[in-house]
Nanobody, 121 residues
C-alpha cells in the first residue's frame, strides 16, 4: 500500500523558516516526480514545487523563498524561508509517474494527508 507522510509543520512567526519532510513507502519512487502543494481555507489547492532527479520547478508565489529537494527516491523536503502570513495552509506532498518533458503541476497520483503550517504576523 502506497503511503506518503508529511511532517515538520507548525506555528512560526512571519519571516521565520520551516522545513517540511515527506516520507513515501509502499513502492520505490525512483521513476516518479514528487511535488509539494498547499491549500488554505476557502481556497483551491495550489501547486508549489516539483522535483525529478534532474530538474525542479516552482510556482511564482514561492520562487526564491522555498526550496524543494530529495535525498533518495522516497524522501522529499521543502525548505521554506521568509514565511508570510499568507503562506498559512495545509501542505501536501504528492507523487506522479514521470518519464520525460516538463515537470507536472497537476494530476498527481499519490497524496499525503497534509501537515498544517501557520505563520503569525
Amino acid at each position: 500500500q502506497v503511503q506518503l507522510v508529511e511532517s515538520g509543520g507548525g506555528l512560526v512567526q512571519a519571516g521565520g523558516s520551516l522545513r517540511l519532510s515527506c516520507t513515501a513507502s509502499g513502492r520505490t519512487f525512483s521513476n516518479y516526480v514528487m511535488g509539494w502543494f498547499r491549500q488554505a481555507p476557502g481556497k483551491e489547492r495550489e501547486f508549489l514545487a516539483a522535483i525529478s532527479w534532474s530538474a525542479t520547478t516552482y510556482a511564482d508565489s514561492v520562487q526564491g523563498r522555498f526550496t524543494i529537494n530529495r535525498d533518495n527516491a522516497n524522501t522529499l523536503y521543502l525548505q521554506m524561508n521568509s514565511l508570510k502570513p499568507e503562506d498559512t495552509a495545509v501542505y501536501y506532498c504528492a507523487a506522479k509517474w514521470y518519464n520525460s518533458g516538463s515537470l507536472p503541476r497537476s494530476e498527481y497520483t499519490y497524496w499525503g494527508q497534509g501537515t498544517q503550517v501557520t505563520v503569525s504576523s
